[in-house]
């Protein structure tokens, strides 16, 4: 099975990546590939573009082993929405390949929002990070939606290509592109929250409004 993560990734950060690393390890994923929108419907920061953004997922995710930068929201034009990047990987990769789109709970409870959302499940399978501050409410669902997808870790088919939800436990980690984005602007330093080589890169180019 592969994994998709994607993200507005603005920036990239520890609590990304050590999570999804939890839910690779976790379900055995091959790969994972990290996956930037393009344009973020509703929370553009004026000052970083797309191909920052971009480039700061490189460098993230360089030299670790199945993770993979994956630039095709970048590469279509107009909004980003996911179920037509799952087309474009189901085109690709063809009906049977096991794929699984990972997201915090946050994310997950949003997505009956989400363009097309009903068919998201027929394209891939869903594995929820437990984030913290939230918990995984059926009620955010139609009525019956979420037992009906939801698997018990040890019921995961991963030879599956779509239709089932697993929750993953991972490691806590409170951390969010907006609070890296306030101390940035507020002058703090924000060393341990990215890797290394994002924090030098956001110092190089000068990123969000830094003091
Ligand atoms: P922002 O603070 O700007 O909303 P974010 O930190 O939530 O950003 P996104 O790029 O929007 O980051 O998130 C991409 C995905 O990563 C989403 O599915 C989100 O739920 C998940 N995610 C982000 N931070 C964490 C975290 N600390 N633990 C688990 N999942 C996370």
């Not at 573009?49 to 970048?74: H, K, N, W």
């Not at 599956?160 to 002058?187: N, W």
């Amino acid at each position: 099975m592969i994994g998709i993560f994607g993200g507005t990734f603005d920036p990239i950060h520890l609590g990304h990546l050590r999570t999804v690393l939890d839910v690779q390890e976790v379900l055995g994923l091959e790969t994972v590939r990290f996956i930037p929108s393009a344009a973020p419907p509703h929370r553009d920061t004026p000052d970083v573009s797309a191909e920052q953004r971009a480039a700061m997922t490189r460098l993230a995710i360089e030299g670790q082993t199945g993770f993979v930068y994956d630039g095709r929201e970048l590469e279509r034009d107009g909004r980003s929405y996911t179920v037509l990047t799952l087309e474009s990987l189901r085109k690709e990769l063809g009906g049977k390949q096991p794929m699984c789109l990972i997201v915090g709970t946050d994310a997950f409870l949003g997505f009956p929002s989400w363009h097309r959302w009903e068919e998201l499940l027929l394209l891939c399978n869903v594995a929820v990070m437990v984030r913290p501050g939230y918990h995984l409410d059926p009620a955010a669902f139609p009525t019956g939606w979420l037992s009906q997808h939801l698997r018990d870790a040890h019921d995961w088919n991963s030879t599956e290509s779509a239709g089932q939800v697993v929750e993953v436990p991972v490691t806590q980690l409170e951390i969010s592109a907006t609070d890296i984005r306030q101390r940035l602007a507020a002058g703090r330093n924000i060393r341990y929250l990215v890797p290394e080589p994002v924090r030098h890169y956001i110092l190089e180019q000068g990123l969000y409004n830094q003091l």
